[in-house]
């Protein structure tokens, strides 16, 4: 799976799973939703933020699941075409 708007770079909050590179990381999103907040409140909280970056979010997570130890690396984009965390692709 894919996750275009998910970015991991070693340089950038060090290496922490994060939307489109704004540095508001994907745990971040994800406690949000957690805690009970709704699309709207977190959008009015984080202007930068998109809907489809909730749910963007939510689908990384998710994979990081089902698939430990892989988040982070799986399908996140990453700085100049460099895998996250240095790993080749």
Do not use: K, W
Not at 3 to 11: A, G, L, Q
Not at 18 to 38: F, Q, S, Y
Not at 67 to 88: F, K, L, M, T, V
């Amino acid at each position: 799976m894919r996750f275009p708007r998910i970015t991991v770079d070693p340089r950038q909050m060090a290496g922490v799973p994060c939307v489109r590179g704004l540095r508001i990381p994907v745990a971040t999103v994800v406690g949000m939703i957690a805690e009970g907040m709704g699309t709207q409140e977190i959008l009015a909280s984080y202007p930068d933020l998109e809907a489809e970056d909730l749910r963007e979010a939510l689908r990384f997570a998710a994979d990081g699941v089902r698939h430990p130890g892989s988040a982070g690396r799986n399908g996140a984009s990453s700085p100049r075409g460099r895998s996250p965390g240095g790993i080749r692709p």
